[in-house]
């Protein structure tokens, strides 16, 4: 592994990052729930390996993203009943994704925001009806 890879390595998260973040989620609105933080749905999985993935190619710090996330909950915090039902700390998770590699200029917000209106856009099952074994594409949103 090249040092440049280890010292991104370095900036993403731990298993003692993991330890100190499960102390923090334990605090979280949702009570108990926020101690079992799995993934209830795919998207959520592919929304934390994304993350990971741009921290390890050394696109923004871990750091940046949990700034972000608790600003996110925060935000919800202050305008929100912490028993409230919409809580979804995945939907904050990518809330934050979003700030942060907008703010790297990973991401132009605007594009994002198009290509999100255009799959909400689509019914749920749209496409669903066979296997899709073709890669996923990059969406122009992204910039290299």
Known sequence: MSAEAK?????????????????????????????????????????????VAACRAGRFEWKQLQQALISSIGEWERTHDLDDPSWSYYEHFVAALESVLGEEGIVEPEALDERTAEVLANPPNKDHHGPHLEPVAVHPAVRS
Do not use: I, M, N, S
Not at 14 to 42: C, I, S
């Open 7 to 51: 010292v991104r390595l370095k900036h993403c998260p731990t298993a003692e990052d993991r330890a100190a973040a499960d102390a923090l989620l334990a605090q979280l609105p949702g009570g108990d729930r926020a101690l079992d933080r799995g993934f209830d749905e795919p998207w959520q999985l592919r929304a934390f390996a994304l993350a």
